[in-house]
T-cell receptor, first 115, second 113 residues
Framework: GESVGLHLPTLSVQEGDNSIINCAYSNSASDYFIWYKQESGKGPQFIIDIRSNMDKRQGQRVTVLLNKTVKHLSLQIAATQPGDSAVYFCAEKGADENQGGKLIFGQGTELSVKP | DTGVSQDPRHKITKRGQNVTFRCDPISEHNRLYWYRQTLGQGPEFLTYFQNEAQLEKSRLLSDRFSAERPKGSFSTLEIQRTEQGDSAMYLC???????????FGPGTRLLVL
């Protein structure tokens, strides 16, 4: 769905703890999902992606979980570090060719890591 | 640096002026995308190219906006007769064949006075 409002959901964690950032997507026909990290004044940075034929995918310190039944996506960050502080966006891409190549972004979550 | 580059990084203009932004994608990426992002929001899709062909345009892309990718490499986004509501971060992304994933550039921040 489209982002609304100017107030981002926030998540505050202690350094070293695990973080879980959640995202609800809108289109049950979407077949590809992706997470980005965006620091202030910078462009979104690719973190990890997952196709709809998978439930879980792991990267370095990050795991993405996909629950198609409830249209829910989550990003888990292990041993969160101060450098992880940023806004995190999930995005989806439809399987329908008529939707072209565009990503549809969800509302971001601001992650704050306390040292 | 072999990432997506954008120029300029910042642009301040007066209402009614025309502005043009440039995007250089990652080498050999055949898809190029333009998005717009306002404060506190996620990026919103504007248009995308596969090679030099513009395949999709969002309804957000009014007739004052035009994008080109003449040789299938760099792209330009022009805004004519700028309005204050055009103030935003304009992001470019590129992707390899298959379209996944999209890698973003640093953006061009536009302020229309």
């Amino acid at each position: 769905g489209e982002s609304v409002g100017l107030h981002l959901p926030t998540l505050s964690v202690q350094e070293g703890d695990n973080s879980i950032i959640n995202c609800a997507y809108s289109n049950s026909a979407s077949d590809y999902f992706i997470w980005y990290k965006q620091e202030s004044g910078k462009g979104p940075q690719f973190i990890i992606d997952i196709r709809s034929n998978m439930d879980k995918r792991q990267g370095q310190r990050v795991t993405v979980l996909l629950n198609k039944t409830v249209k829910h996506l989550s990003l888990q960050i292990a041993a969160t570090q101060p450098g992880d502080s940023a806004v995190y966006f999930c995005a989806e891409k439809g399987a329908d060719e008529n939707q072209g190549g565009k990503l549809i972004f969800g509302q971001g979550t601001e992650l704050s890591v306390k040292p | 640096d072999t990432g997506v580059s954008q120029d300029p990084r910042h642009k301040i203009t007066k209402r009614g002026q025309n502005v043009t932004f440039r995007c250089d994608p990652i080498s050999e990426h055949n898809r190029l995308y333009w998005y717009r992002q306002t404060l506190g929001q996620g990026p919103e899709f504007l248009t995308y190219f596969q090679n030099e062909a513009q395949l999709e345009k969002s309804r957000l892309l009014s007739d004052r906006f035009s994008a080109e990718r003449p040789k299938g490499s760099f792209s330009t986004l022009e805004i004519q007769r700028t309005e204050q509501g055009d103030s935003a971060m304009y992001l470019c992304a590129s992707s390899p064949r298959g379209g996944r994933p999209q890698y973003f550039g640093p953006g061009t921040r536009l302020l229309v006075l």
